[in-house]
């Protein structure tokens, strides 16, 4: 069983950054392979949707809305995923979760709260 911890949310003014990371239990992303990670969001009173994914090839795709402004990145030596998030919105607000696909199974972080409110 891997456990995904997240970190790095809270209030930030617009135009803001934060980075968010999502520390893997062990040394899963050693140990186990991976398909692909993602960070996905939940804003209040919407579905939850895909932000940003990276695949084994270091392929990246982003919502279009962030496009050019938040980054996925991973250090495989630190099981560690990150999401650089620069030019912050207010509609960024949301419940930010980070998910890994391993070959042997997928699994989602408990989420952290990103506010951006002046």
């Known amino acids: 069983q891997v456990q995904l911890v997240e970190s790095g949310g809270g209030l930030v003014q617009p135009g803001g950054s934060l980075r968010l990371s999502c520390a893997a239990s062990g040394n899963a992303f050693r140990v186990y392979g991976i398909a692909s990670m993602g960070w996905y969001r939940q804003g209040p009173g919407s579905q939850r949707e895909v932000v940003a994914t990276v695949s084994t090839g270091g392929n990246t795709n982003y919502l279009n809305s962030v496009e050019g402004r938040f980054t996925i990145s991973s250090d495989v030596a630190k099981n560690t995923l990150y999401l650089q998030m620069n030019s912050l919105k207010p509609e960024d607000t949301a419940v930010y979760y980070c998910?890994?696909?391993?070959?042997?199974?997928?699994?989602w972080g408990q989420g952290t709260q990103v506010i951006v409110s002046s």
């Open positions: 998910n890994v696909n391993f070959f042997q199974g997928s699994y």
